[in-house]
């Protein structure tokens, strides 16, 4: 009861979890088989998430749905659920639910992690789900150790996901976010390589105080 609980249900996907589904996925899978291995790149991901978007709504028709499928409605949902199952070995699972208990992990690169200003330029990031997203998240999977991008609101809220999941999730947005704040008043100290120098510090500034001291202290240690 325990391990069950560990599971949020969440599964907004219409899609059925059977053979239909499969034969889809083994052809997008040999479609797409030279971007597979890049899905968490974000440069890569920018290139080939759209085309494979693209490729899932020229035939998702075609499969079986729980009930009518409704691109407005259920698109996204079923775009996250689709790169989730074809980056997985997906004939070894069930259903939805057991294949959920592949997400192992959700990391996220502070530093490539800042607010796009113009959600639909050319700085703007494409989660797995078709949306543009703010902060990229790299999903990784058990089986075969592959990662996706995607953004928080379609790991917390489109597909079952695993509790500790959605914590991490939301104190690496935190993170993220904080990260960002800093960066609009202060700039990079070129010791510790933290965020600790105020903006309005000289320019020549390029240790924080607390560099400076351990610097300060070495040169004396070297005089003695």
Request: aromatic letters at 10%; hydrophobic letters at 35%; proline letters at 2%.
């Given at each position: 009861?325990e391990?069950?609980?560990?599971y ?12 239909k ?8 899978k ?7 291995d ?12 759209p085309l ?11 499969l ?6 409704n ?11 689709i ?8 004939r070894?699972?069930?259903d939805w639910?057991?294949?959920a ?5 959700v990391t ?9 200003l ?11 789900c078709s ?15 592959m990662?996706?991008?995607?953004g ?7 597909l ?5 999941v ?8 935190k993170?993220?976010q ?10 990079m ?18 240790r ?14 070297d005089?003695?």
């Amino acid at each position: 009861m325990e391990e069950a609980r560990k599971y949020l249900i969440v599964n907004k996907t219409t899609i059925k979890y059977d053979n239909k589904l499969f034969t889809f996925l083994d052809g997008m899978k040999k479609k797409f088989m030279c971007d597979l291995d890049f899905l968490g790149n974000q440069e890569h991901a920018k290139i080939v998430y759209p085309l494979m978007h693209d490729y899932i709504k020229g035939k998702i028709y075609g499969l079986n749905h729980v009930i009518s499928y409704n691109p407005h409605k259920h698109r996204k949902p079923n775009n996250y659920a689709i790169f989730i199952a074809l980056c997985s070995e997906y004939r070894k699972y069930k259903d939805w639910e057991e294949l959920a208990e592949n997400i192992i992990n959700v990391t996220i690169h502070l530093d490539e992690n800042e607010e796009v200003l113009d959600p639909g330029g050319q700085t703007a990031m494409t989660c797995c789900c078709s949306h543009s997203i703010v902060y990229c998240f790299n999903i990784h999977l058990k089986d075969t150790g592959m990662k996706l991008i995607a953004g928080d609101t379609c790991i917390l809220k489109n597909l079952l996901v695993n509790e500790d999941v959605v914590a991490k999730v939301k104190q690496l947005k935190k993170s993220a976010q904080k990260l960002a704040r800093l960066k609009k008043t202060h700039r990079m100290c070129g010791d510790c390589q933290e965020w600790n120098i105020k903006l309005d510090e000289p320019y020549w500034k390029k240790r924080c105080i607390s560099c400076w001291r351990i610097w300060k202290s070495t040169q004396r240690s070297d005089i003695n």
